[in-house]
């Protein structure tokens, strides 16, 4: 039995989305006319109140598309020194929209208001870059998977809106968060100018993450991703798995957390675990003792059958998904110890 949990994008799509998957009627989504594809943009736009949304291949091409809309050449983005956009996303924010960013300390990467309200360029500074973006990511990666607050998150809206600055939210993870905290798509939809969602994670899908905004980002976004090569054709396929994953795989992600959960407690009575993160969603991040390579580890936990993946020096990720049931937990228990 192989475990893999290097990523929540390993799993495979169930016979149930299969099913959906193939019974989907498609067009040519570059004219406009894959019914499946409109859909499921329809479908995102108003579970999050927001007024349209996009379908493209990756969250980091949602992300990046949002980027280039919202900035101008030579602006800054302010966002968290451990933001995706920032760290994964390779120099987009530098390659694609040719602008700058602001990097700030946050609590395991969720900022505060008063951060984003101090890091904001001077209005009438010709000596710096002008601050056109603030992009939050809920879960956080690198914290983790830990989770904002709306409430904060709100008060960095009134931040934006006195400062005429839209907001923007990597939300690959969102659905983890709103599983936990009870909150709404709407309530995320009326806080942020634009949104990225990603279905190929948490929520199982093989590809694909929405952009979502007002007509006018849209549209723009819309032909940025042509440009980007992001045009794609009888995409209701993938469509239709998103469909599917929405209706069906977002109050599972509970079942996720829970495993999680319980494989932060197998690491807290090892004697080569120094620390491990709050596991608040579906990412354990463990650090190791001082001298134990992480490279090594990882390897070595490879060749039990268990598959994780390097997070910094001395720390190792772990991420739960639908294809790690009880039974690989359980193995998982007993192999751990062999490491």
Sequence with gaps: MKIDLRSDTVTKPTKEMQQAMWAAEVGDDVLGDDPMVNALQEKAAKLFG?????????????????????????????????????????GGIMLNALSSVKLLDGDRGRLTAQQVEGAISPEHDIHSTVTRLVSLENTMNKG????????????????????????HLDGARLF??????????????????????????????????????THEV?????????????????????????????????????????????IGEMFRHLPEVEEIFPVDTNIVIIRLGEGISEIDYVNKMAQQGILAVTFGKNLVRFVTHLDFTDDHLHEMNKRIRSV
């Design 176 to 213: 983890n968060a709103l599983v936990e905290t009870g909150e709404s798509p709407l309530q995320y939809g009326q806080a942020f100018d634009s949104i990225s969602i990603c279905l190929s994670k948490g929520l199982g899908c093989p590809v694909g993450s929405l952009l979502l905004g």
């Design 218 to 262: 849209i549209k723009k976004a819309r032909r940025f991703r042509k440009v980007m090569g992001g045009g794609w054709r009888q995409a209701g396929f993938l469509a239709a798995a998103g469909m599917y994953a929405l209706d069906h795989h977002v109050e599972r992600l509970k079942e996720d957390h829970a495993r999680a959960r319980a």
């Design 50 to 90: 927001m007024e349209e949304a996009l379908f493209c291949p990756s969250g980091t091409m949602t992300n990046q598309l949002a980027i280039r809309v919202h900035t101008q050449p030579g602006s800054d983005v302010i966002c968290d020194k451990y933001s995706h956009i920032y760290l994964y996303e390779g």
């Design 144 to 167: 983790g998977g830990c989770y904002y607050d709306l409430v904060e998150i709100e008060a960095i809206k009134r931040v934006c809106q006195d400062k005429h600055i839209p907001l």
